[in-house]
């Protein structure tokens, strides 16, 4: 998504962009599923949003569930839709100044001037700038005399499944997250969302992918959700897993190293984000938007030194974008299982507030679903 959506941007400006990619088309990924409300401003900005919309569903509603019961509901816009129907309906739309090369990247001889881009299938590329957009693989760090600084070991494990209502019922809504009462579960929470016609689940847990629970999840996952989260059918209504289930594992990490000449790194190839933040492509699309902003500059002048590059590290909205994924990822996983004082607190207070909320239909403030303020934490401890 990262290295498309940049070929796009910058083929819109007339960049001579050549995109390398191992497979004509992205084959079925499980990631980013839906897209919320500031990746849709940023593809909208970016003219791109028209392209995914054929291949998604919009919703304007989301409710929030807890301990049995909706407390709020969240006026926004998002859609659901495929991670490959994404990429390749932007990849179908990429202006003619892209040229793709269905290949994979064996070495990168960069420097201060030109970079020499060798690919397996035997041809050199040579270009100003290389950016790698490469995800978590991690082959040409030690090529590029960089590595990769682990964060969080296990930060979580989203959980993907497809769900239909039980017989004489139906979904009344377009999406729900439905939050765990119990720090036990490890749960962080539990997303229904439409993707076309089919209702789409994703269920967020900080264990590691190795936890035999994750294993019984997804040999058992009906029997484990009435479990683990007691009261989901009066938030939702009775339904069943209808798909096999599907896991991915993720590690926070970001790289280490002074910056190279000739090279940007953008999306996860930088710094991977925990999903269950539902930040990933808004960090994606802010490095897009800076990057694309950059390149115009820097293309000015001669050379593609380690200073023009700083400019893309240093920029107030990557570093605030890249810092806000690292702390909401902190943050949301000791809210749901950290048995410190000062997080018991906080999950107390919480859940407070959301069973008064349920209680009285306050409504909601568009800030997000975790509402406690820091101010009000701290006056406790």
Partial sequence: MAGTTLAAVLGQQGRRVILVDPHPRCPRIFKAEKVDQEPVEL??????????????????????GFDG???????????????????????????????????????????GQVQRVKLRGGEELTCRLVVLAS?????????????????????SVVLGFDVIASPAQSFDFDSVVYYSVSPSTRISYLTLFKVRDTMRANLFVYRSAYDPWIREFIMKPDWMLRRHLPGLNRATGNFEVVSQVESGCVDLYRVDGNPQPGVAFIGDAFQSTCPSTGL??????????????????????????????????????????????????????????????????????LHLKWQLSGRTGLQPRRSGFLGVSRAALNKLW
């Avoid at 005399?145 to 964060?151: A, D, F, G, I, Q």
């Avoid at 390149?295 to 590059?309: D, F, H, S, V, Y």
Wanted: net charge positive.
């Fill in 280 to 349: 990933g492509l808004s960090k994606v699309l802010t490095d897009v938007d800076v990057l694309a902003t950059c390149i115009p500059r820097w293309l000015a002048t001669p050379g593609m030194g380690t200073e023009k590059l700083s400019d893309l590290y240093d920029d107030p909205r990557k570093l605030a974008a890249d810092s806000r994924a690292l702390r909401r990822a902190h943050d949301d996983r000791c809210a749901s299982i950290d048995l410190s004082p000062r997080w018991q607190i906080h999950r107390s207070l």
């Fill in 43 to 64: 593809l909208r900005k970016f003219g791109l949003l028209e392209y995914l919309l054929p291949h998604s569903r919009r919703w304007s509603e989301v409710r929030a």
């Fill in 69 to 111: 019961r909706t407390f709020k509901t969240l006026r926004t816009e998002q859609y659901g839709i495929n991670y490959a129907d994404m990429v390749n309906a932007l990849r179908a739309n990429l202006p003619a100044a892209v040229e793709n090369r269905c290949d994979s990247v064996e070495h990168i001889a960069n420097s």
């Fill in 135 to 155: 995800g978590a693989s991690s082959e040409l760090l030690a090529n590029l005399k960089l590595n990769r600084r682990v964060v969080q070991k296990d930060q």
